[in-house]
């Protein structure tokens, strides 16, 4: 069973704080992926990496950074956090050949729910 | 321009009623369509693939392109069905494009 696990469930945070969100999976898995996911707006890709030290921007990666030193971690930084940060965050994880996924199935993780005050 | 349009953020059925949950695309070539599901208080999970052509959990979803459709159909909604779908494609990168998501509610 692919786990992929989110070390938060709920955070709280103050607007300029430096965030980090962690996720790990279990399943080497070459491909991970950050997605936020806001009502009305679906799942929007933040950053994806197809490798160790490898990241590609998705389609909102303004004001956040990625760190992957290892294969089984992705971590998603907010440099400085901001009240319209306020969201869910989503991992995911998916076997690749490079940066195409293989079979196209993500696994994701429960998700952390990021408040910034 | 590579997109995919959940055009209800809500559909609400009584139980044993047919139920549609829309996806429109916008893609240029041969897609390939997913819809995920996400329980309550649960993780978000593949439901099906359109290149599977199988049903899960009673559920079908046809690939129209003609319409750029991928509609999500059961004809027998369950309450344990309700759930928040969301339809995505693969795009030209190989990531995937989600829709906006449908709220589905089954109601007793």
């Known amino acids: 069973d692919v786990k992929v696990t989110q070390s938060s469930r709920y955070l709280v945070k103050r607007t300029g704080e430096k965030v980090f969100l962690e996720c790990v999976q279990d399943?080497?898995?070459?491909?991970m992926f950050w997605y936020r996911q806001d009502p009305g707006l679906g799942l929007r890709l933040i950053y994806f990496?197809?490798?160790?030290?490898?990241?590609e921007k998705g389609d909102i990666p303004e004001g956040y950074s990625v760190s992957r030193e290892k294969k089984e971690r992705f971590s998603l930084i907010l440099e400085s956090a901001s009240t319209n940060q306020t969201s869910m965050y989503l991992c995911?994880?998916?076997?690749?050949?490079?940066?195409?996924?293989?079979?196209?199935?993500?696994?994701f993780g429960a998700g952390t729910r990021l408040s910034v005050l | 321009a590579q997109r995919v349009t959940q055009p209800e953020k809500l559909l609400s059925v009584f139980k044993g009623a047919p139920v549609e949950l829309k996806c429109n695309y916008s893609?240029?070539?041969?897609?390939?369509l997913f819809w995920y599901v996400q329980y309550s208080r649960q993780r978000l999970q593949l439901l099906l693939r359109?290149?599977s052509r199988e049903s899960i959990k009673g559920f079908t979803a046809d690939l129209n392109k003609g319409e750029t459709s991928f509609h999500l159909k059961k004809p027998f909604a369950q309450e344990e069905d309700s759930a928040m779908y969301y339809c995505?494609?693969?795009?030209?990168?190989?990531?995937?494009?989600f829709g906006q998501g449908t709220e589905l509610s089954v109601k007793p």
């Open positions: 359109h290149i």
């Open positions: 995505a494609l693969k795009d030209r990168g190989g990531k995937l494009i």
């Open positions: 399943m080497d898995h070459e491909n």
């Open positions: 995911a994880s998916g076997v690749g050949q490079g940066i195409v996924l293989t079979k196209n199935i993500q696994y």
């Open positions: 990496s197809y490798d160790v030290k490898m990241k």
């Open positions: 893609y240029s070539g041969s897609p390939e």
